[in-house]
């Protein structure tokens, strides 16, 4: 739905060139909420900016449900025909809201169907429906100073909507509320995408936004996305710094921790492998003695994702065939440590 192809963007500012993209390259399937993360300067807004034209790329190519907009004409400052109307299906939300103060509620979500030239009873009619959808049915008359940060970003939300988008573009839309409200407010846009089948791009530099409501994410620095990829794919990645981040290790304690001759696996379990009473079965098979070092459950893009630090008894040679066991019931088993043995390995290790 949405393709980046080697996208760059060079800013001049006070005779200094910045490279703000260095050859980005996403995709962005129909119907997922994808999610990009990184630090402050790694270039997430102009990226997302880049996706609707606000800012036009120094080069490389913009598809967006299959038009290619970098081949549309027009200038930052003034886009041509052809790209206004693409434009109008793609929406966007931003941190701080950017509604008209001196409007209404309603005013504002009308705003862009005035632009469109849709007369006065379908705006009214379709602000109407909007406001509903977003849970504002009672507030149409009210101005954006009496609402709250929530309730003026439903107001945003609706107004990104008034174009029938296909794509919604938001741009840090929970960065400037608190913790509830975020949630909230991640899952209105959860449920728009399901019902509406909307297309969400977002940018967020919180990981727990990704969490919760992302399908797919993509990890930013210094003007590329060093890592991408859908959830799943990312927590089953033991290479994979955004898996990491999303389910952090350190949660599990220490790795040196328990008996000093062993071998120390990390288990992740997800999906339907985390019905599974994996621990109990492999110490009944295997006469082992299995000693649990730390355990995290957490719901992850709304799927349960485990993660299950466990020593063995001996070394990693003794162990081969209890560990293809938990291979072979779905399960990613790191090899962690091996205490008391010669190999001294700290990463993970995967024979
Ligand atoms: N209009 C501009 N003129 C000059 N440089 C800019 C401009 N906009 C952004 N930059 C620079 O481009 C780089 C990327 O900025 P960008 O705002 O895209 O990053 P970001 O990841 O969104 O950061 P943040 O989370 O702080 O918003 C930064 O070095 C920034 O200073």
């Known amino acids: 739905m949405i393709t980046t192809k080697d996208l760059t963007k060079v800013y001049t500012s006070r005779g200094r060139q910045v490279s703000a993209l260095r050859g980005v390259d996403l995709h962005v399937r129909e119907g997922e909420v994808y999610g990009v993360v990184g630090t402050s300067g790694a270039g997430k807004s102009t990226l997302i ?3 609707n034209m606000l800012e036009r790329p120094t080069s490389g ?60 009873t379908g705006r009214r009619r379709k602000a109407a429906e ?62 728009l995408n399901q019902e509406l089948g909307l297309t969400v791009l977002l940018i967020t530099h919180e990981m727990d936004v990704i969490k919760s409501v992302c399908d797919s994410a993509a990890l930013m ?36 921790a328990g008996r000093p001759d062993g071998t120390v696996l990390e288990i992740t379990f997800q999906g339907d492998t985390s019905t599974q009473p994996f621990i109990s079965q492999l ?23 485990g993660r299950m630090r466990v020593q063995l008894p001996g070394g990693h040679q003794d162990n081969v065939v209890p560990i293809g066991y938990l291979r072979e019931q779905g399960l990613q088993v790191d090899v962690v440590t091996e205490t008391g043995a010669n190999t001294d390995s700290t990463t993970g290790v995967v024979a």
Not at 142 to 165: C, E, F, M, N, T
Not at 166 to 179: G, M, N, R
Not at 222 to 228: K, L, M, Q, S, T
């Open 49 to 51: 900016r880049c996706v």
């Open 61 to 120: 190519t913009v598809t967006v449900d299959g038009v290619e907009l970098t081949a549309l004409r027009g200038s930052e400052h003034r886009a041509g025909r052809e790209l206004r109307e693409a434009r109008r299906r793609i929406g966007m939300v931003f941190q701080h809201f950017n509604l008209l103060s001196s409007r209404t509620v309603q005013e504002n979500v009308e705003l862009p169907l005035e632009i469109t030239g849709l007369d006065r």
């Open 130 to 191: 909007l406001l509903e959808l977003v849970g504002l049915g009672g507030k149409a008359r009210a101005y954006p100073g009496q609402l709250s940060g929530g309730q003026k970003q439903r107001v945003g939300i609706a107004r990104a909507l008034a174009g029938d988008p296909k794509v919604l573009l938001s741009d840090e839309a929970t960065s400037a509320l608190d913790p509830e409200t975020t949630r909230s407010i991640l899952e209105l846009l959860r449920t």
């Open 221 to 256: 620095r210094d003007g590329r996305i060093v890592e991408a990829g859908t959830l799943t794919d990312l927590l089953a990645d033991d290479s994979s710094q955004l898996a990491r981040e999303l389910f952090p290790l350190g949660d599990l304690g220490d790795p040196g």
């Open 283 to 305: 110490a009944r098979t295997y006469q082992v003695d299995i000693n649990i070092l730390g355990a995290a459950v957490e719901t992850i893009g709304g799927r349960q994702v």
